[in-house]
């Protein structure tokens, strides 16, 4: 951008639908568009701090270690040829596969929690892998110490608080992340400081609070990638009516949220913020279990559907569609 702005980038939760976030960096990435601060709940903390924690040169290819395929058979073969019904079941096998296995370098395979349960880990499957993949692929010092500020969100299970871990106030660490993604019953919460800490989308999937209630003084473009959309065609099965029911459940916690926000600024000349909600719309092949089919097929198509959807963002920027102009919120789908 040619002019002084403030670029936040704001990830929602989503699990193996976070590819596509990574495809929307990607785009913003080719063409200069620097985030100065990434906030994230669950799948987006994970994405934000593969980015913040990486040097600008390497971060597209930490993306890519994060998000390849971990495996190499029948269910991760591009099958170009497939009709739809045999690709919803290659993407149904796909998410039952890892329902059983887990996913290596995320979470173990199904009752790989420790049994018997403690008091307060009950879980299906654990997470300590996630701890040594952030440490291995996320250089902490710059995440805390770089030019990018990061953010992750949580919730406190025993009092409902939202929590929020920033690198402008404390130091963060690999168990923060981890906390932000454990979706209970899947995942174990985590202590941090004393408190069992769960799933930042519980409270707010995608995450808004954090900059529009302290948004930059500069004219601040927020740019919002959401995993699960609001708007889906009428369920047909019983695997379909579940499926949107999660994408009701979390992105109308989104629409609510961007409601308010417009109204508390509503009226106000202070601050300048536009913001661009940017959803993963084309799911039209997804499949009920989509959050767990990390199959690589699809994390390549999610891929390349979220570098579209940023390349639409550049272009909105471009023709003017978008504007950072207008005192107050504006709010902006880019579909």
Known sequence: MTRDVAVVLVLSGGNALGAFQAGVYEALHEHDLKPEWIIGASVGAVNAALIAGTPEARRIETLRAFWQAHAVGPL????PWLSSELETSRRTAAAAWTAVAGRSGVFGPLLSAQMPWSDDRPSIYETDQLTATLERLVDFDLLNGGACRFTATAVDI????????DSTQRRIAAEHIRAS???????????VDGRWLVDGGLSANLPLDPVLGDPPARPTLCVAVDLLPLSGD??????EAAGRMQ?????AQSSRSIARWQAVYAGRDDHRVALARLP????????????????????ARRWTAGHRAGMRLLEA?????????VPGLTATVVA
Do not use: M, N, W
């Open 158 to 165: 025993a009092s409902g608080e939202d929590v929020a871990f």
């Open 280 to 299: 993963y719309a084309e799911q039209r092949d997804e499949v009920a279990g989509k959050a767990l089919d990390f199959s690589g097929p699809t994390l």
């Open 181 to 191: 993604a454990a979706l209970p019953v899947l995942f174990p919460p985590v202590e």
């Open 234 to 239: 009428r369920p047909r099965t019983l695997g």
């Open 317 to 325: 920027l471009e023709d003017g569609s978008i504007t950072i102009d």
């Open 76 to 79: 991760d073969a591009a099958h």
């Open 247 to 251: 994408d009701l459940t979390f992105a």
